[in-house]
């Protein structure tokens, strides 16, 4: 059962949340008080759990920080928070300790034993770790912009090169090749979308990594080893998770390669029965990959229209035709020289 609540001493209606030395325990009224009220700010606060800020993020001077040992127990403020219970993930006194995490056992941490100084190898890991993952970051962030560059030079070709297209065969494919410069207008939106989409990853990411980097840093200036004993432990699965969003938002953010080839062909047979008018070849390209020109190999070349290909075809059948004819007559005339033979003998 938890124990009675220390009240504020300013105003007797709240429980005490920090420790003035001037004014004694005091609420989180009264110490909003101390923070706004000019005859109260050259008094010094000692919270009790969290460290105070002003209203515009930074630090209120007269709030001292202090280690996790330092802290109270939210259960029982009287007592210090000197142990970590792994199994219920929590900081806790000894009076806890003894009346609810006994089963727990060897799953508790003396902090005041394990954390007693700052560990340099754990604190260069983890800055390591936040080292890689902005590489990784900025690498991502690059191959993005590079990609959009690539694609931007790609799709304007491709637009001039419609355009001439269109000029060849004038009024009657307008609708066609207009919708072409549409897809190509709309595959390059939605490479720039994907873009965005990289980059305000990438920057949130980048914001995230260089918080941690300022709480760690914070931390050691300030020989918090409590407080990096905790965060190491979750960290590197954290920065795993973040690895892990970057691998799969680049795998399903993918920037969408495409070309212009204008069929010569297809182009002949338009004059001749204005069908298929134009050949659109398009390739969906990973974000690491910016090499706008990896598209699609061309196409065989046949410098024949159908209507060629029709009478070419048409000659060789009356060859094959004329052929088997032949064949037939040949081998009519090896029947009759057996029979010749066997009537001379």
């Excluded at 006194?93 to 009346?99: A, F, P, V």
């Excluded at 072409?180 to 994907?194: A, F, P, Q, S």
């Excluded at 080839?261 to 047979?269: F, R």
Aim: proline share 1%.
């Amino acid at each position: 059962m938890a124990s009675k609540q220390i009240q504020c001493e300013m105003c007797r209606k709240e429980n005490a949340v920090g420790y003035c030395k001037t004014c004694g325990n005091v609420g989180e009224t009264c110490v909003d008080i101390h923070k706004r009220v000019k005859v109260f700010q050259k008094h010094t606060v000692i919270m009790h759990e969290a460290v105070k800020m002003h209203e515009d993020g930074t630090e209120n001077p007269n709030v001292i920080l202090r280690d996790i040992t330092e802290e109270r127990c939210k259960q029982h403020p009287t007592e210090k928070a000197i142990f970590l219970c792994k199994i219920h993930d929590s900081t806790i006194c000894g009076r806890c300790l003894h009346s609810g995490h006994r089963p727990c056992g060897e799953e508790v941490v003396d902090l005041l034993h394990e954390v007693v100084n700052i560990d340099c190898e754990k604190v260069n890991t983890m800055k390591s770790l936040l080292m890689e993952i902005k590489d990784e970051i900025l690498l991502l962030k690059n191959e993005a912009e590079h990609s959009k560059e690539n694609y931007k030079e790609n799709a304007d070709k491709c637009v001039q090169e419609c355009m001439g297209f269109e000029n060849k065969i004038k009024q009657r494919v307008d609708e066609l090749t207009s919708g072409i410069r549409d897809g190509i207008t709309k595959k390059h939106n939605e490479n720039l979308t994907i873009h965005s989409h990289i980059t305000k990853l990438c920057d949130e990411k980048t914001k995230w990594c260089r918080d941690l980097e300022s709480k760690i840093d914070s931390f050691v200036d300030k020989n918090m080893a409590g407080h990096l004993y905790l965060m190491n432990r979750y960290f590197e699965k954290e920065v795993s998770d973040a690895r892990s969003h970057l691998k799969e938002f680049k795998h399903k953010h993918t920037f969408k390669g495409f070309d212009f080839k204008e069929n010569k062909v297809i182009l002949k047979c338009v004059f001749e029965d204005l069908e298929e008018v134009c050949a659109h070849q398009e390739e969906i390209t990973g974000s690491d990959d910016g090499n706008a020109n990896d598209v699609g190999a061309s196409t065989t070349k046949i410098n024949q229209t159908r209507r060629e290909l029709t009478v070419l075809l048409s000659q060789i059948k009356q060859d094959l035709d004329q052929s088997e004819k032949v064949c037939k007559i040949v081998s009519r005339l090896c029947t009759l020289t057996c029979v010749l033979k066997h009537t001379i003998h």
